[in-house]
């Protein structure tokens, strides 16, 4: 076992609290870790290596970095992000939703292409048009497309015996893609101001504590003065889904506690997380839990 490889599983056993789950050095310059990580465990940033770039990948969950100049990057189940290691050293990274898992590549630029792999041999050029499309700017983020999700999904989910092949494999697809001409402005995420950011924070905040009110996004909008729009695609973009899906999610799993845990009635329970109705509640649960609450409560 080469000192390098050595040096990478040991920085793995001191991130175990930080969430890191697995380790790979694929080739020499390139690193890959998988990443599991809850809102009590955030991870410290890399930044050993300085003239490379970072690949993030969201696969299910949301991460989001708050930038130096204030500005907010979220990344969803299917997202990627590419920035200069070491650029974000002081980005503060939150998980909205609690948790997230996905996968990083490490990419020493100098290291990999002084002796490239064979694929990257035949590639003219493409060390020069990663540096254009990916250093001109700190931090991009992109909303996935058919073709990343078949490379990123290659990394998970393959035979034991094949399973280092394919991690190698699809890495140097991933630099492929990377290295096509041309930008991928048609794909990037947009990044969210902190004031937009901090009223839709404590929007979710109201809600989540009032969840027997019924509030419009109407009124929400006159209330924090916030353009409906402007509400309706920051809260998605913050917690990855639209108000109304997230906020049932909040009221379902709240009133399955409340069963679990409480002798209030059915009744009770529907008007406690937002349903004037009984029959509607029982509707909702039904379609949320696959059974109603009286069974569930069983």
């Not at 050293?89 to 939150?94: E, G, L, P, Q």
């Amino acid at each position: 076992m080469n000192d390098e490889l050595k040096q990478t599983q040991k920085g793995l056993q001191q991130r175990a609290d930080g969430g890191w789950t697995e380790t790979v050095l694929l080739y020499p310059g390139v690193e890959l870790s998988y990443l599991t990580m809850q809102a009590d465990s955030i991870c410290a940033q890399r930044t050993a290596w300085r003239d490379g770039i970072e690949i993030n990948y969201c696969k299910t969950g949301r991460i989001a970095w708050q930038m130096d100049g204030g500005d907010h990057i979220y990344l969803g189940p299917g997202n990627f992000a590419v920035r200069m290691i070491g650029s974000c050293r002081d980005a503060t990274i939150t998980l909205p939703t609690g948790l997230y898992e996905g996968l990083t590549l490490f990419v020493d630029l100098q290291k990999l292409f002084a002796c490239p792999p064979e694929p990257l041999v035949d590639a003219d050029g493409i060390e020069a048009v990663i540096r254009k499309n990916v250093c001109g700017r700190a931090f991009t983020s992109f909303q996935g497309n058919g073709h990343t999700e078949t490379i990123f999904s290659g990394f998970y989910h393959q035979s034991e015996h094949l399973r280092l092949a394919y991690q190698k494999l699809k890495a140097l697809e991933l630099l492929l893609y990377l290295g096509q001409s041309g930008p991928f402005s048609r794909d990037q995420l947009t990044e969210y101001q902190s004031e937009q950011v901090e009223i839709i924070r404590k929007i979710h905040q109201q809600m989540v504590a009032h969840m027997e009110q019924k509030i419009t996004i109407e009124e929400l909008s006159r209330q924090y003065l916030i353009n409906p729009t402007t509400l309706k695609e920051t809260f998605k973009a913050v917690y990855g889904r639209s108000i109304a899906a997230h906020i049932k999610q909040h009221r379902m799993e709240q009133a399955a506690k409340l069963l679990r845990e409480t002798d209030l009635s059915i009744a009770e329970i529907a008007q406690a997380v937002g349903y004037d109705s009984q029959s509607r509640f029982t509707a909702a649960f039904k379609s949320f839990f696959q059974v109603v609450p009286r069974e569930y409560r069983k």
